[in-house]
């Protein structure tokens, strides 16, 4: 089945905030719309997406807009019936189903949008609907807070239309055509009843809200900062080596010459091992020791460089990506300081982030101790992850 999904982008939605259309407000970092967009993107059954935009930003779209070729942008049009008809224009022949989404509503799941291409493939036109949970009065006609209620509707059969309203693509386009010929509405799903076809209510989400009032921006704002707190993660790791004569002195994977090295199975890296420690933890993958036995030959003289690689790569099995990393390395002699980049850059390719997103610094312990002798080498570090999914 093919799944055409069209976003409604067109209005101008200026009341929200000075100057800017409201879609490109943004929520936690990203716009509203680069969120609404990335909904569709990342589901796996649509195939398309029709994002129509007000003519100045569809004449020249943001950079990354252009970069997945199954988003195309047209132009909006004066009412958001206008848009839709326009992106309709534009749309894949061979789609069966296409979705309608106010990109207002940024917070939509991807279950909803299942839910309505499900409903739509076997039932003709679906609108995503939750129901009404205040007792909802119709007014007399007037102005102001003298009016007189004339009627209480009976509220179990009450449901707020949300969006994505979802249909095969002949019935869209009827409802389309309707609308061509005049007849105004103010959603797709109201021009298909008027063309004869039944619409189907599917279960929408209570956080799915259209963020329409300065308060639905605060509220929303305020839901971005909650939720990136929830599904960021930390983690520290710690490690010390012996310094012995004969061997390489490896520190974040780069080899800094000195007349000692660290003593242990791998290479003993203790900027690795301990930047490792601290990335297993903030996922809560346990810890080096587990993944990489100091017991198995495989581990012997391995470059642990390449263990912080597959420990990278075991976080983002488990659903979390590295934002950054801090450690700090502490050692008599030699100076690090001429190494620092290149142990940045070392690092920040096996973690996947760019080389500002990694920090290393160098301490003595004073010549106290067996460090400050001369006779060990350690490393704290702390790692920030974030939930991919
Ligand atoms: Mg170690």
Same mark, same amino acid.
């Given at each position: 089945?093919?799944?055409?999904?069209?976003? !409604?982008?067109?209005?101008?939605?200026?009341?929200?905030?000075?100057?800017?259309?409201?879609?490109?407000?943004?929520?936690?970092?990203?716009?509203?719309?680069?969120?609404?967009?990335?909904?569709?993107?990342?589901?796996?059954?649509?195939?398309?997406?029709?994002?129509?935009?007000? +003519?100045?930003?569809?004449?020249?779209?943001?950079?990354?807009?252009?970069?997945?070729?199954?988003?195309?942008?047209?132009?909006?049009?004066?009412?958001?019936?206008?848009?839709? +008809?326009?992106?309709?224009?534009?749309?894949?022949?061979?789609?069966?189903?296409?979705?309608?989404?106010?990109?207002?509503?940024?917070?939509?799941?991807?279950?909803?949008?299942?839910?309505?291409?499900?409903?739509?493939?076997?039932?003709?036109?679906?609108?995503?609907?939750?129901?009404?949970?205040?007792?909802?009065?119709?007014?007399?006609?007037?102005?102001?807070?003298?009016?007189?209620?004339?009627?209480?509707?009976?509220?179990?059969?009450?449901?707020?239309?949300?969006?994505?309203? !979802?249909?095969?693509?002949?019935?869209?386009?009827?409802?389309?055509?309707?609308?061509?010929?005049?007849?105004?509405?103010?959603?797709?799903?109201?021009?298909?009843?008027?063309?004869?076809?039944?619409?189907?209510?599917?279960?929408?989400?209570?956080?799915?809200?259209?963020?329409?009032?300065?308060?639905?921006?605060?509220?929303?704002?305020?839901?971005?900062?909650?939720?990136?707190?929830?599904?960021?993660?930390?983690?520290?790791?710690?490690?010390?080596?012996?310094?012995?004569?004969?061997?390489?002195?490896?520190?974040?994977?780069?080899?800094?010459?000195?007349?000692?090295?660290?003593?242990?199975?791998?290479? !003993?890296?203790?900027?690795?091992?301990?930047?490792?420690?601290?990335?297993?933890?903030?996922?809560?993958?346990?810890?080096?020791?587990?993944?990489?036995?100091?017991?198995?030959?495989?581990?012997?003289?391995?470059?642990?460089?390449?263990?912080?690689?597959?420990?990278?790569?075991?976080?983002?099995?488990?659903?979390?990506?590295?934002?950054?990393?801090?450690?700090?390395?502490?050692?008599?002699?030699?100076?690090?300081?001429?190494?620092?980049?290149?142990?940045?850059?070392?690092?920040?390719?096996?973690?996947?982030?760019?080389?500002?997103?990694?920090?290393?610094?160098?301490?003595?312990?004073?010549?106290?101790?067996?460090?400050?002798?001369?006779?060990?080498?350690?490393?704290?570090?702390?790692?920030?992850?974030?939930?991919?999914?």
């Amino acid at each position: 089945m093919r799944v055409t999904a069209i976003l !409604a982008a067109g209005g101008a939605g200026r009341r929200l905030g000075a100057g800017v259309p409201k879609q490109l407000l943004e929520l936690g970092g990203v716009s509203i719309l680069e969120r609404s967009v990335a909904a569709f993107t990342a589901h796996p059954r649509i195939s398309e997406i029709i994002l129509a935009l007000p +003519a100045d930003i569809a004449a020249a779209p943001p950079e990354w807009l252009r970069q997945d070729p199954r988003v195309h942008v047209v132009p909006g049009g004066p009412r958001r019936q206008d848009s839709v +008809a326009n992106a309709f224009d534009a749309i894949d022949q061979a789609a069966d189903v296409v979705l309608v989404h106010d990109a207002a509503r940024p917070f939509v799941s991807g279950d909803v949008i299942s839910r309505a291409i499900d409903a739509a493939s076997e039932h003709g036109a679906a609108v995503v609907a939750v129901p009404a949970t205040d007792t909802v009065k119709r007014a007399a006609p007037g102005d102001g807070d003298a009016r007189r209620i004339v009627e209480t509707l009976p509220r179990a059969d009450i449901f707020l239309a949300q969006t994505p309203q !979802a249909f095969r693509r002949e019935v869209l386009g009827a409802a389309i055509a309707l609308g061509r010929s005049g007849v105004e509405a103010t959603d797709e799903a109201a021009l298909a009843e008027q063309a004869g076809h039944p619409v189907r209510i599917v279960q929408g989400d209570a956080h799915n809200v259209k963020i329409t009032t300065p308060e639905d921006l605060e509220s929303a704002r305020t839901r971005m900062a909650s939720r990136t707190v929830s599904a960021t993660r930390v983690g520290t790791g710690y490690d010390l080596h012996r310094l012995v004569n004969g061997r390489p002195l490896v520190l974040g994977g780069i080899t800094v010459p000195f007349q000692r090295g660290a003593l242990g199975h791998s290479d !003993a890296d203790v900027i690795c091992h301990a930047v490792t420690d601290a990335v297993l933890g903030a996922a809560g993958l346990g810890d080096i020791g587990r993944h990489f036995p100091d017991t198995d030959p495989r581990w012997k003289d391995a470059s642990s460089l390449g263990l912080l690689r597959d420990a990278v790569q075991l976080a983002h099995d488990a659903g979390y990506r590295v934002v950054n990393v801090d450690a700090c390395v502490i050692l008599e002699q030699p100076k690090i300081a001429p190494f620092i980049e290149r142990i940045r850059a070392s690092l920040a390719e096996a973690l996947r982030v760019p080389a500002d997103f990694v920090s290393v610094k160098g301490k003595t312990n004073e010549g106290v101790d067996a460090i400050g002798h001369g006779d060990a080498v350690a490393a704290h570090a702390v790692a920030l992850l974030e939930q991919t999914r």
